[in-house]
């Protein structure tokens, strides 16, 4: 496990590409927090054990900002868990998560999201979303969202939600002329896009790389 | 087996009976289209109209139990949904389909290029595929901030049918199917999307006009009007059918 303890106003921002991530941030106040975990090209020998990523967060200062967005396309017997513990210990922060995964053949994903706000953190934003796209009948996908929310003056969102791509839209390309599997592509590709946009311009070369790979594979 | 009976025969429907979720809704359909004709489908709600669209561009939600269609002699039936497409068979959708995350540009664009590549044309560049949809766009004066969105993601209702009728333009097809392409438009929008529709007409083309209602055939004339009930085809005439239809209602025609 990496440690890292962020002072007043420091920020720290860095994008995992197909690395596991054992992370322990403390923040004080007023420091951000954004980190993508992007798991889409897992080599063949790690494929068979299962991958675990977690991300612990402790807001200890006030106004403090974490971004966590996670993206995990799986094939194969791939396996990932993606757990994130965020807790609200202090008001006036804020807190976003989009965690996405896309399976395929046998693959399973899981998501463990833990979200805390103590009873004396008034005026924390907290979100937390989950979206994940199941292109096989084989596939699985196991969500466990944990809400603890002790504090009364706060806006907390969550949502998870499972599915296959869109068969409508999947015709509605078809009749015009494209093709299935190129169908299918773009509609995988849109999904992941929205993890993807969010990488900022520093990391404009990673991003790059992960958006060539994704309409090179999907 | 069709092929070269007629020289302006575009596609010839026989005994079509067509099925959803084991209930049959099309129960033996016979309609034959030229090449530069204007062919109108009226019917009641129910009566197979949306059907009839689904089944011509293969939906896989509906089942083809019987019948044929022929398409310039090819077997329409046998061809995968994109096939058709790229054959020629357009359909204008009465509920355009929002595709969140994929650029009407990076759609439209592939859509063309892949009807190219199935005629053995090159791919467009991209400077004369966006010169053909400012083009076309102007003809349906359809706003330029449309292109830079998601498919359909966001449009209003009047905005998503002249959408549909711009991708028409742009694809060219030879057999435009307009499925209640009149629904939801106000007077204004209802003109600009007809008059787009009549603008790419050519002798080589021809269209299906699906309605429910007389208002669209005062913009787009059709040779023929055929009523659609229970499934199958029990009447065809003239466009004065049409307003028979208006004045009688469809159960006044079928008895």
Not at chain 1, 132 to 153: C, G, K
Not at chain 1, 197 to 205: C, G, H, K, L, R
Not at chain 2, 217 to 235: N, S, W
């Amino acid at each position: 496990m990496t440690e890292v303890h962020l002072h007043n106003n420091e920020c720290f921002e860095k994008v995992f590409l197909n690395e596991p991530v054992d992370l322990q941030i403390t923040q004080e106040a007023g420091s951000r927090v954004k980190i993508h975990l992007i798991n889409v090209q897992w080599d063949i020998v790690q494929c068979t054990k299962e991958v675990v990523n977690r991300i612990t967060i402790e807001q200890v200062g006030e106004g403090c900002e974490t971004e966590i967005y996670a993206l995990a396309y799986l094939r194969g017997e791939e396996k990932v868990t993606t757990e994130t513990h965020v807790n609200h210990a202090v008001g006036g922060g804020k807190s976003n998560q989009l965690i996405k995964f896309v399976l395929d053949d046998d693959a399973r994903g899981r998501f463990i999201g833990d979200l805390k706000i103590a009873p004396d953190a008034q005026q924390v934003e907290a979100n937390q979303t989950n979206r994940n796209l199941l292109l096989n009948e084989t596939a699985e996908m196991r969500t466990q969202p944990q809400l603890e929310i002790y504090a009364d003056d706060v806006k907390a969102s969550h949502g998870a939600s499972t599915g296959q791509l869109d068969e409508s839209a999947l015709f509605y390309m078809q009749q015009r002329g494209i093709g299935k599997q190129k169908a299918r592509q773009l509609l995988i590709g849109a999904f992941m896009k929205e993890v993807i946009e969010t990488i900022s311009n520093q990391y404009s070369a990673i991003r790059d790389e992960i958006t060539q790979y994704i309409e090179s594979e999907s | 087996m069709y092929k070269g009976e007629s020289m302006k025969e575009l596609l010839r429907i026989k005994d079509l009976h067509a099925s959803i979720g084991g209930k049959e809704i099309l129960k033996g359909v016979n309609l034959v289209v030229n090449e530069g004709e204007v062919h109108a489908i009226m019917g009641p709600n129910g009566a197979g109209k949306s059907t009839l669209s689904a089944v011509l561009t293969g939906n896989p939600a509906y089942e083809v139990t019987a019948g044929e269609v022929w398409l310039k002699g090819e077997n329409l039936l046998a061809m995968e949904p994109e096939t058709r497409a790229r054959a020629g068979v357009f359909l204008s959708f009465q509920y355009p389909v929002e595709i969140p995350g994929v650029s009407m540009t990076n759609f439209m664009r592939t859509a063309l290029n892949e009807k190219r590549a199935y005629e053995g044309k090159e791919p467009l560049s991209a400077k004369e595929f966006l010169l053909k949809v400012k083009e076309k766009r102007q003809l349906l004066e359809l706003p330029d901030k449309l292109n830079n969105r998601s498919v359909n993601e966001g449009f209003s209702g009047g905005e998503k049918k002249k959408n549909e009728i711009f991708q028409m333009a742009m694809l060219e097809p030879c057999l435009a199917i307009l499925d209640e392409t009149d629904s939801g438009l106000d007077i204004d929008a209802l003109r600009i999307v007809a008059e787009g529709v009549n603008r790419l007409k050519t002798p080589q083309n021809a269209s299906i006009v699906i309605t429910h209602y007389q208002r669209l055939l005062d913009y787009i004339v059709p040779d023929f009007v055929h009523v659609l009930a229970d499934g199958q085809i029990v009447k065809t005439g003239d466009k004065s059918l049409a307003l028979e239809l208006e004045e009688k209602g469809y159960e006044g025609i079928e008895n």
